[in-house]
């Protein structure tokens, strides 16, 4: 199993920045790549932990905060599972909720990519639906254009 780290220079609490920067660099990672997201601002609050599966095969583990805004879009949802805590979160970490993202996300994770537990174990299957944030996908007509910028990009400019 190899493992890879795409970035910790997601500013704090922007989920957002997370959302759109994985759906920028999906298509670069192989089929059945575990990803963890853990930009969340809801620790400890009743919003549930996921493992969506993409119709590429890819699968994402986060909390359900928006994260999956993008890629829930394209390439679209096969299915989602959420967490059963119960089963799926490190030994003795109960009482604690300091690291949530450990304990249950990047737990969850590991056993998923190392084969210990397969997809149907992380937890019970859900509709698909997934908690989005709003935004406005683009508008062109004559002499005008509206929608979202994802991010500003300055060292690079996309504006």
Avoid at 106 to 114: D, P, S, V, W
Wanted: aromatic share 12%; net charge positive.
């Amino acid at each position: 199993m190899k493992i890879f780290d795409l970035t910790h220079d997601i500013p704090p609490y922007n989920i957002w920045e997370a959302a759109y920067r994985l759906y920028q660099t999906l298509a670069y990672w192989p089929v059945g790549t575990v990803f963890v997201l853990l930009v969340d601002r809801g620790v400890g609050s009743q919003r549930r932990s996921d493992v969506m599966k993409s119709k590429t095969g890819h699968f994402f583990v986060t909390p359900d905060n928006g994260t999956l805004t993008l890629v829930a879009q394209y390439p679209g949802v096969q299915n989602v599972r959420e967490i059963d805590e119960t089963k799926n979160r490190l030994a003795s970490s109960g009482g604690s909720y300091t690291f949530y993202g450990r304990d249950i996300c990047a737990y969850t994770a590991a056993r998923l990519a190392a084969g210990k537990i397969t997809y149907a174990q992380v937890g019970k299957l859900l509709d698909n639906t997934i908690v989005a944030i709003p935004y406005q996908t683009p508008v062109f007509t004559i002499g005008s254009t509206s929608g979202t910028l994802p991010v500003l990009d300055v060292q690079y400019g996309n504006l």
